[in-house]
């Protein structure tokens, strides 16, 4: 099998899978991917073919080719590296394919299940990623530090280097807000001092205590104190 065969054959399959009723009302959602470039595959049905396919020749030929010329072909690419087990080879497949994520959904889907086997091995990797110019390279470390290194692994450093970085673009911002308020709900005793000093930029600020305030994770005395740290 060649590598366009496997391309070829995976993009029928995809639009075979597709839902036009889906594709135009996800496409709201992506705004600055075009319309023409979204099959429209719902995520529980593209998850449940990677599953189907993540062994074959032809997924291990799709995953070298790069870019794509669809967004289903992009978050397909990202739930099947997402299974890969070894450390190092996850790190060069998330090197290869990072720099095309596009948008927030495609980047947030990304959860490779390897990185908790060996956190320590990915740190510097992360490191680089909140030191790139790539939105959706620093997003997917911010996110990485958020689903990894929250509990048991959790420094009161990586909070610190993430509510020190500072950008213009939304989805950096939102990412940098939501990690805030996920800590506020499992890491709150440190969590809350970034708050109390002002560390974050003003909106991404608000909005992790807005985020906080709306999640069941946090108690109701906590949330009726960080309501009284909203910058006005």
């Not at 790190?91 to 490779?112: E, Y």
């Not at 086997?117 to 996110?143: C, H, N, Q």
């Not at 709150?188 to 807005?210: G, P, T």
Request: proline letters at 4%; charged letters at 30%; glycine letters at 2%.
């Amino acid at each position: 099998m060649t590598t366009n065969n496997a391309v070829e054959d995976i993009r029928r399959e995809l639009f075979e899978l597709a839902d036009e009723k889906y594709r135009d009302f996800h496409a709201g959602l992506i705004p600055n991917v075009p319309a023409e470039k979204i099959i429209g595959v719902r995520t529980p049905v593209l998850k449940k073919y990677a599953a189907k396919i993540k062994d074959t020749d032809n997924a291990r030929e799709f995953v070298r080719v790069l870019p794509h010329d669809y967004y289903d072909e992009n978050n397909l690419h990202g739930f099947l590296i997402s299974y890969i087990k070894d450390p190092g080879e996850l790190m060069d497949a998330l090197r290869a394919f990072l720099p095309f994520v596009d948008n927030w959904a495609t980047c947030d889907l990304l959860r490779p299940r390897a990185i908790a086997k060996a956190p320590e091995m990915f740190l510097p990797f992360i490191y680089e990623l909140l030191g790139s110019d790539k939105t959706y390279e620093v997003r997917f470390g911010m996110e990485m530090l958020m689903v990894y290194f929250l509990d048991d692994k959790y420094s009161e450093k990586y909070a610190a280097d993430i509510a020190a970085v500072r950008s213009d673009e939304y989805y950096i911002n939102m990412m940098k807000a939501w990690y805030f308020a996920t800590a506020l709900a499992k890491q709150y005793d440190s969590a809350v001092k970034f708050i109390e000093n002002r560390a974050l930029d003003m909106w991404s600020h608000n909005k992790a205590v807005q985020k906080a305030c709306e999640s069941f994770r946090v108690t109701d005395e906590h949330k009726a104190y960080l309501k009284t740290l909203k910058i006005k």
